[in-house]
């Protein structure tokens, strides 16, 4: 493109809707920039001007995929943990295309691209679960000296790992009680407290 010419928005739409299509009919190894140049109706040449490497095209596409959701505000520690465990699971699990996940990590070797692939695909949703727990060890539901960036990792990495080496999805509720169990100031209240009305949640 020239300077100062404007990108062509309906165009880019057309790309990163045909790369989620060709990679669900597809998967990694079947997929193409001419196949998905054919199905959004321009050329390779036009897409490589858009995304020189075509990680950061499929990184793109899934992120059309993914939602940057609010961080979950139950009145409940332990609803907003299985909230967001939840939430990541269902999003990697059922939205993204199946067997894309791990070769697009393994092709990501270079830095800036894993940069890239994390602050699209991960960033977003990890930040609404640091708030949750932030907001966690603020009400001194648990342990003052408690890392909330540790504690979010520790949840998303066995999410993160299911997904990447296509194992069943852990059950939420078990994972977070686990962690649970090591970080909460008092476990068994934040059990009480998750299963009292919501409306009366923000009173304990």
């Known amino acids: 493109m020239s300077p100062g010419r404007p990108r062509d928005t309906a165009i880019d739409a057309a790309v990163l809707d045909a790369t989620v299509a060709v990679l669900r009919e597809r998967g990694w190894s079947g997929f193409a920039l001419e ?14 001007r858009r995304w020189p490497a075509r990680q950061r095209l499929v990184i793109d ?17 332990r609803c ?4 967001g465990v939840g939430l990541l699971t269902e999003m990697l699990n059922d939205r ?22 994390v602050d699209t695909l991960v960033a977003p949703t990890r930040e609404a679960a640091l ?12 342990r003052a000296e408690v890392d909330p960036d540790l504690v979010v990792d520790l949840l998303a990495a066995t999410v993160y790992q299911r ?18 169990r090591g970080v909460a100031v008092d476990f068994e209240r934040l059990v009480w407290i998750s299963k009292q009305p ?3 949640r923000h009173r304990h």
């Open 131 to 142: 708030i949750a727990v932030r907001r966690a060890v603020d009400r001194g539901e648990l």
């Open 163 to 180: 997904a990447l080496f296509g194992d069943a999805p852990q059950d939420a509720r078990t994972l977070v009680d686990v962690l649970l």
């Open 61 to 77: 596409a899934l992120a059309t995929l993914l939602a940057s959701p609010p961080a979950p505000d139950n009145g409940c520690t």
């Open 96 to 117: 993204l295309p199946p067997g894309v996940l791990a070769p697009l990590v393994a092709d990501c070797a270079d830095a800036e691209l894993r940069r890239h692939l």
């Open 35 to 48: 196949t998905v140049a054919a199905r959004a109706g321009t050329t390779k040449a036009a897409i490589r």
């Open 80 to 83: 907003d943990l299985i909230q």
């Open 198 to 200: 919501k409306e009366l």
